[in-house]
């Protein structure tokens, strides 16, 4: 399956995400965020850093889940600004 590259703007979206999570991660290590979301650490890492810029819905509901953070929390933050 070839997946379509994303635009510029997808991409920023993605780092906002991964900004969000590290800052709502505080001082905890992402391999007990991660452990406490069902996730491996190597997926939050990718995340975190962009190099995963669309994870699934329920990968990030486990996260905000994880991290006390509320889906409309993240939409409001991570969300591309009206054109």
């Not at 510029?8 to 709502?24: I, V, W, Y």
């Not at 994870?55 to 996260?63: K, M, Q, Y």
């Amino acid at each position: 399956m070839v997946r379509t590259p994303l635009t510029p703007e997808e991409r920023e979206r993605g780092e906002r995400l991964g900004r969000l999570l590290r800052a709502a991660r505080g001082g905890r290590s992402m391999a007990d965020v991660a452990a406490s979301a069902g996730l491996s650490a190597e997926t939050l890492r990718k995340i975190e850093t962009g190099r995963a810029p669309t994870p699934a819905f329920f990968t990030v509901a486990a996260l905000a889940r994880a991290l006390g953070l509320s889906m409309d929390e993240i939409v409001e933050r991570c969300a591309l600004a009206p054109v």
